[in-house]
């Protein structure tokens, strides 16, 4: 069974701060890597994808990925309320099988 | 707005009965995925279709099926509608070879409430 684990939180911030979303997988022949946003309500959007070792940065988000240690973070500099909503992570499965597998999201809070 | 079309928005249904939920892809994407999101808890991958042909299938039961037509919309039908089939179930479209998600843009999702 191919796990993607993620605090549900919430995680609360105050404005202007560094938001750091965090997310473990168990399969280690995984090679991409998803995070959506989700609004209450709304279904998810594509923030950012990563495929390699290392930060890809992308505005105010950076993706982190780290492959021997099997996890993926996404951190969101200079938080706005705006930015209140869960953050899924994917992993897209490997051995040829496409499927990605969700965690259950962490629940942003960004408070003025 | 990804331009990922989703039918009806919202559903109430008894168990025992059957729904078909319907999904237009994105102008060029030949790829339709299908998920089903519980409250709570992240998508829960149902099937993909490329092309018109099951191209992969979560851990679903037969009752959950689906179709693909030429112009790359697609169906998902649910038979013996069960309590816990109560979700959003969200479409996906992407314009990929069917082999990677990295393209994949979601539809609004329809809420099916079964009673």
């Known amino acids: 069974q191919k796990e993607v684990e993620q605090n549900s939180g919430p995680l609360s911030v105050p404005e202007g701060a560094i938001a750091s979303l965090n997310c473990t997988y168990s399969?280690?022949?995984?090679?991409?890597f998803f995070w959506y946003r989700q609004y209450s309500g709304k279904s998810p959007e594509l923030i950012m994808f990563?495929?390699?070792?290392g930060d890809k940065e992308d505005g105010r988000f950076t993706a982190q990925l780290n492959k021997a240690s099997q996890y993926v973070s996404l951190l969101i500099r200079d938080s706005q309320p705006s930015d209140s909503a869960t953050y899924l992570c994917?992993?897209?499965?490997?051995?040829?099988?496409?499927?990605?597998?969700f965690g259950r999201g962490t629940s942003l809070i960004v408070h003025p | 707005e990804t331009g990922v079309t989703q039918s009806p928005t919202h559903l109430i249904k008894t168990r025992g009965q059957q729904v078909t939920l319907r999904c237009s892809s994105q102008?060029?994407?030949?790829?339709v995925s299908w998920y089903q999101q519980a409250l709570g808890q992240g998508p829960q991958f149902i099937f993909q279709?490329?092309?018109?042909?099951?191209?992969g299938r979560g851990n679903f039961p037969p009752r959950f099926s689906g179709l693909q037509f030429p112009n790359y919309s697609s169906e998902l039908n649910v038979n013996a509608l069960e309590l816990d089939d109560s979700a959003l179930y969200l479409c996906?479209?992407?314009?990929?070879?069917?082999?990677?998600?990295?393209?994949?843009?979601f539809g609004p999702g329809t809420r099916l409430t079964v009673l």
């Open positions: 996906a479209s992407s314009g990929t070879s069917g082999y990677s998600t990295d393209t994949q843009y």
């Open positions: 399969d280690r022949g995984s090679q991409s």
């Open positions: 990563i495929y390699s070792n």
């Open positions: 994917a992993v897209e499965g490997s051995g040829g099988s496409y499927i990605p597998t």
């Open positions: 102008s060029g994407h030949n790829t």
């Open positions: 279709y490329y092309r018109e042909e099951e191209n």
